[in-house]
């Protein structure tokens, strides 16, 4: 490449390899696994910078480390400002589920509450005699949680304290559930754990976030499910 001066003066191959960088850096977009490419390539286009812009540099390349320092920071705070707004976004309408569905329990309506479960969100074992060959709406209206539930009565308010994420899968979320003062007595309340997830749901073309009760917790059992 010629300068000003009118010499020739090769371009250094950090700062294309920087401009690569920050290209590449859209990958960030993807997901937090990739969000380390973003700082690669920023490091690369600090040293093209530093390499282009020390006295007596023979190289050129200054755009080029500036164009690939850009990108990979724009790119980055794009990811991750994307990815926390998502996640705050998700928990709310985590928070959201857990109150519709305690609500829905509290107003007697088993066959909805049902609706908005898992097909494996209650366990059939040994502290649901019978359970194996039960629909889930039966399975459902015996179930400790929802007995305590609707024993609180209708006029208890819910209170529903997003706890996070499960480690295994970032897409379950662990809900809290504080059910009180119930009708029935001074301080009495009811306290139940519950993991959500969102399905994509699919309706005339477009896809829709369809959240459910993944697991219900029962209080007799330990760890969660638990109580």
């Known amino acids: 490449m010629v300068d000003e001066s009118g010499d020739y003066r090769p371009v250094s191959w950090l700062a294309v390899a920087a401009a690569i960088g920050g290209i590449v850096s859209a990958i960030a977009l993807l997901g937090p696994l990739f969000w380390v490419v973003p700082l690669l390539a920023t490091l690369l286009a600090l040293v093209a910078l530093a390499d282009v812009g020390r006295d007596g540099a023979t190289k050129v390349g200054r755009w080029a480390a500036l164009a690939g320092l850009f ?33 829905t329990v509290q107003q007697g309506n088993v066959t909805d509450a049902a609706k908005m479960l898992d097909a494996g969100a209650i366990d059939r074992g040994p502290m649901m005699p019978g359970s194996l060959d039960e629909p889930l709406e039966a399975l459902l209206a015996k179930h400790p949680v929802v007995a305590a539930i609707r024993d609180c009565g209708p006029g208890a308010a819910p209170s529903v304290v997003i706890e996070g994420t499960m480690p295994e899968d970032a897409r379950l979320w662990v809900a ?38 993944f697991k219900l917790a029962d209080p007799r059992a330990s760890g969660l499910p638990g109580g």
Not at 75 to 92: E, K, L, P
């Open 176 to 213: 809290a559930v504080r059910l009180g003062p119930c009708d029935g007595g001074p301080g009495g309340e009811v306290k139940a754990r519950m993991i959500l997830r969102s399905l994509p749901l699919t309706r005339k073309g477009r896809v829709y976030d369809s959240w459910q009760v």
């Open 71 to 103: 990108l990979a920071i724009g790119f980055a705070s794009q990811a991750i400002s994307g990815h926390v707004v998502g996640r705050w976004v998700a928990g709310r309408r985590a928070e959201a589920t857990a109150r519709h569905w305690v609500a």
